[in-house]
Structures are given as structure tokens and as C-alpha cells.
């Protein structure tokens, strides 16, 4: 049976290790996505790694943006957005990781989870302060505080996983957010 796997993954054409042409429009190597169908046991999940380059956040935010419209959660883009913008950022400004990974999964009909993990094992603040009026950096995590339903951090084997998670309001069928009229 080993023999059988060894031969499959000999003619995969992309092996890990081996280095990947990079995109000439966004100089990203192509990474496959990885996308599981939803269904009562495996929710929807997409799932994407970047170099860690000042691309990879706005990268990360307009693939949320994409899967967000494919699940009909385009109306919460906007908050989903702003906490992957801020997580891979921590990532690929804080650390010296080489690649980040984003996975969005779909997990309930309006619940959203978004883990970034990369290769450092040193977790953010638990409760994160107030930058000085003065200092440019220092208020991702408050954002990402203030806007996810539920966040946190764990190390994991190869390094860490920071994930968020949003509780997406039903769409309004008032364009002003008057319910009810």
C-alpha cells in the first residue's frame, strides 16, 4: 500500500519542497487551493498559503472577499476582511516566516472561522493593549478584538495559529439597516 501512495505522489505535479514558478502578475507562486464541499460533517472550507511579502495581506483579503460571495456572506466582507488584512499582517511583519497560511471555513450558516499560521511559536497578548496616540503600530489585535465574535491563539507543532471567528448578522433588506419596514 505505501508503494501505491510513494507512485501517486511521484506524478503529482507540485511536490512540497520543490520550488513553484511564480505567478508573473503577482509574483505569488501558485499555490493550489484547497477547497472541501460543504456537507453535515465536513463544513466549507478554502484554504491558501502565501509568501510572507507585503502582498500577502491584500492577497489573503480579496481571496476572503471571493469565498465570502461564493457562501452569499458577501455582507459581511467588510469586518471578515479587515481581520484577515490584520492577522497576516501580524504574520509577515512580526515574525520571519517564510510562507502564511489562511484558512477560512464556513461553520455554521453565518459563522465564519479564519485561522493564519505561520512559523513562530510567540503568541499575541491575550488581552491587547492601547498604542500611544504618537506610534504608528500596536492596534491590529484591538481591531481584531473589537470586531471578531470570539478570537484566540494556540502553538501548535509548526509554529502558531491565531484564528478569529465572525457571527455574520442575516442581510438586511433595507439598504439604510432599517429591519422591519
Known amino acids: 500500500m505505501l508503494a501505491g501512495l510513494a507512485d501517486i505522489r511521484n506524478r503529482l505535479p507540485i511536490r512540497s519542497g520543490e520550488p513553484v514558478p511564480p505567478d508573473p502578475v503577482t509574483a505569488e507562486p501558485e499555490v493550489p487551493l484547497v477547497r472541501m464541499p460543504a456537507s453535515p460533517t465536513h463544513p466549507e472550507r478554502h484554504r491558501r498559503v502565501y509568501l510572507s511579502t507585503i502582498h500577502a495581506p491584500g492577497l489573503a483579503r480579496a481571496d476572503t472577499t471571493r469565498y465570502l460571495d461564493t457562501w452569499g456572506l458577501a455582507h459581511g466582507t467588510d469586518d471578515l476582511a479587515v481581520l484577515v488584512t490584520e492577522l497576516v499582517t501580524n504574520s509577515v511583519t512580526h515574525t520571519e516566516t517564510e510562507q502564511v497560511g489562511v484558512s477560512l471555513t464556513r461553520t455554521g ?73
Open 109 to 181: 450558516p453565518s459563522t465564519v472561522r479564519l485561522v493564519v499560521t505561520d512559523t513562530s511559536r510567540e503568541l499575541p497578548p491575550p488581552c491587547p493593549t492601547a498604542a500611544g496616540e504618537s506610534e504608528v503600530h500596536g492596534r491590529g489585535l484591538i481591531l481584531v478584538d473589537a470586531l471578531a465574535s470570539r478570537w484566540g491563539a494556540e502553538r501548535v507543532v509548526t509554529g502558531k495559529r491565531v484564528w478569529a471567528e465572525l457571527d455574520i448578522p442575516p442581510k438586511s433588506r433595507d439598504p439604510h439597516g432599517r429591519s422591519g419596514l
